[in-house]
């Protein structure tokens, strides 16, 4: 379902979160709380609850969604999952946070466009994890991957946690390993350097490889690369990781305003040298790419570098499961090329949050679903599944033998044979963090929107950029709308 939202409504939203009231929007039912069972199984205490949880359509709530039996028969709790593009997601939420009341108790908090414009609508899970009432969280927050713990949980404040780091989608290169295998000594003597990929590889590098397979693999791929550069949030992320490694950033402090966040960046720098440098590269290798580039999203690049059309491609970590049904044991993965200023390797994770609206028993019933489904026996199920996959967000679990022995063909875990790239992709010098701000929607909207204008020639790549800091200056001055 999609949700308009008017000006006037708009206007509720930011006006109910900023000052911490309820508002009750027209059409919202009451409901009534029911008390928690006293005594015995600490599990069972809510027996007969109901969740909702609203979530994007990602890897590890398709299996969570395939798999919820283990859940209710652990607590006697149903729990219904509503899953959305992401947008329409936000929207929904954006509503229900200001109602008042939780249609949704349990909520995919995509940190930049729900953590950051709505965490006053989101209980602080500190709350929950210190009732001595409530079953402890595995390991604690300490077994979450420290970085992911603050993109996708935190805001502003160091010590409040907002959500639990519930997925991890990072970009990397994935390519076909047996092309590469085939062609690596020829190569290698044209290019004058060992093409083998890895985040020792320059981008330019990469443009030389792309170009090579356009020029010489017609037989076995019609383009060396391809790209998720639709006008969409996909094309922000797939420059990001060029920008980054130039040297380029949205703001000052980049890494910090995308680990932790701000509500006041100050001004944009995408007008810098490096960062029209990076542009300027990115206009240039998507010159030479597959043309339908331009028409592709994240799904849309894994399906044209699957059917083979591309030699390889930046693309998130999770389409490895996907990639090895149709491509079993042909392809490869690295953490992405290096530019000027490094590597960057641009993250996706989200976290797991509860509605501050929800009623105590409905709060308690709701970090009981938080726990199980950020449990390592979760994540560890969630790596198996046949209906989704996800990778884990806890570092025990990637310590399990089982899972240590699936980063190897052959994988009964396929996400997991991206482990040793997305590694060297969380380590905090090269783990890409767009900003994490309220306003960052609307700012996404300006880059992806420019950056489309540029690669369809309508704009140079020094007007796309300098277009860009214009309006998300004005856009940060103005400070945030929903």
């Known amino acids: 379902m999609q949700w308009t939202v008017n000006l006037s409504r708009r206007e509720v939203i930011r006006g109910a979160l900023a000052t911490g009231a309820s508002v009750a929007l027209a059409g919202c039912g009451s409901h009534s709380d029911a008390p928690r069972i006293a005594g015995g199984d600490p599990w069972r205490q809510f027996k007969g609850a109901t969740l909702n949880f609203i979530s994007e359509n990602t890897a590890p709530t398709a299996a969570i969604a395939a798999n919820l039996r283990p859940f209710t028969e652990l607590t006697g709790i149903n729990v219904s999952?509503?899953?959305?593009?992401?947008?329409?997601?936000?929207?929904?939420?954006?509503?229900?946070?200001?109602?008042?009341?939780?249609?949704?108790?349990?909520?995919?908090?995509?940190?930049?466009?729900?953590?950051?414009?709505y965490q006053k609508g989101l209980v602080d899970l500190r709350a929950p994890q210190s009732d001595p009432n409530l079953p402890d969280l595995p390991g604690g927050l300490a077994d979450f991957i420290p970085t992911q713990l603050d993109a996708a949980g935190r805001f502003v404040d160091r010590q409040?946690?907002?959500?639990?780091?519930?997925?991890?989608?990072?970009?990397?290169?994935?390519?076909?390993?047996?092309?590469?295998?085939?062609?690596?000594?020829?190569?290698?003597?044209?290019?004058?350097?060992?093409?083998?990929?890895?985040?020792?590889?320059?981008?330019?590098?990469?443009?030389?490889?792309?170009?090579?397979?356009?020029?010489?693999?017609?037989?076995?791929?019609?383009?060396?690369?391809?790209?998720?550069?639709?006008?969409?949030?996909?094309?922000?992320?797939d420059f990001s990781n060029v920008l980054w490694s130039y040297g380029g950033d949205y703001f000052d402090n980049g890494k910090e305003v995308g680990r932790l966040g701000t509500t006041d960046p100050g001004p944009c720098r995408l007008g810098s040298e490096a960062a029209i440098a990076g542009a300027e590269f990115y206009n240039r290798l998507l010159g030479i790419a597959d043309p339908a580039s331009t028409t592709w999203d994240w799904d849309g690049v894994?399906?044209?570098?699957?059917?083979?059309?591309?030699?390889m491609c930046p693309n998130w970590h999770e389409f490895a499961a996907s990639n090895e049904q149709v491509l079993p044991g042909k392809v490869g993965y690295a953490a992405l090329p290096k530019g000027p200023a490094g590597t960057a390797n641009m993250y996706g994770g989200t976290g797991i949050a509860i509605s501050a609206n929800t009623l105590p028993h409905e709060r308690g019933a709701a970090w009981l679903f938080l726990v199980w489904s950020t449990s390592p026996e979760t994540?560890?199920?969630?790596?198996?599944?046949?209906?989704?996959?996800?990778?884990?967000?806890?570092?025990?679990?990637?310590?399990l033998p089982e899972v240590r022995a699936a980063e190897?063909?052959?994988?009964?875990?396929?996400?997991?044979?991206?482990?040793?790239?997305?590694?060297?992709?969380?380590?905090?010098?090269?783990?890409?963090?767009?900003?994490?701000?309220?306003?960052?929607?609307?700012?996404?909207?300006?880059?992806?929107?420019?950056?489309?204008?540029?690669?369809?020639?309508?704009?140079?790549?020094?007007?796309?950029?300098?277009?860009?800091?214009?309006?998300?200056?004005?856009?940060?001055?103005?400070?945030?709308?929903?």
């Not at 003597?189 to 320059?202: A, C, I, K, Q």
């Not at 046949?386 to 310590?399: D, L, Q």
């Open 81 to 117: 999952i509503v899953t959305l593009e992401l947008s329409a997601l936000v929207q929904r939420v954006a509503l229900d946070l200001a109602s008042g009341q939780a249609q949704y108790q349990v909520i995919y908090a995509d940190p930049y466009q729900v953590l950051a414009p």
């Open 302 to 311: 894994g399906a044209g570098f699957r059917s083979g059309r591309l030699a």
């Open 160 to 237: 409040a946690v907002y959500a639990l780091p519930y997925d991890a989608p990072t970009m990397i290169w994935q390519y076909r390993r047996d092309l590469f295998d085939k062609y690596r000594d020829r190569m290698a003597n044209d290019l004058g350097f060992d093409p083998t990929p890895g985040g020792d590889r320059t981008w330019e590098e990469y443009f030389r490889i792309a170009q090579w397979f356009n020029e010489n693999a017609t037989s076995d791929v019609r383009y060396g690369t391809g790209h998720q550069a639709r006008q969409h949030d996909s094309l922000m992320n």
């Open 379 to 399: 994540q560890l199920a969630n790596l198996k599944s046949k209906a989704g996959g996800g990778t884990p967000t806890r570092t025990s679990v990637y310590a």
């Open 408 to 482: 190897r063909r052959p994988s009964s875990m396929p996400n997991m044979l991206t482990a040793a790239a997305v590694r060297e992709a969380w380590q905090p010098d090269r783990i890409g963090l767009r900003p994490k701000i309220p306003m960052w929607n609307e700012c996404n909207t300006a880059v992806f929107t420019q950056l489309s204008r540029m690669l369809t020639g309508v704009t140079s790549p020094q007007e796309a950029m300098r277009s860009i800091t214009s309006r998300v200056d004005r856009i940060v001055a103005r400070g945030w709308v929903a």
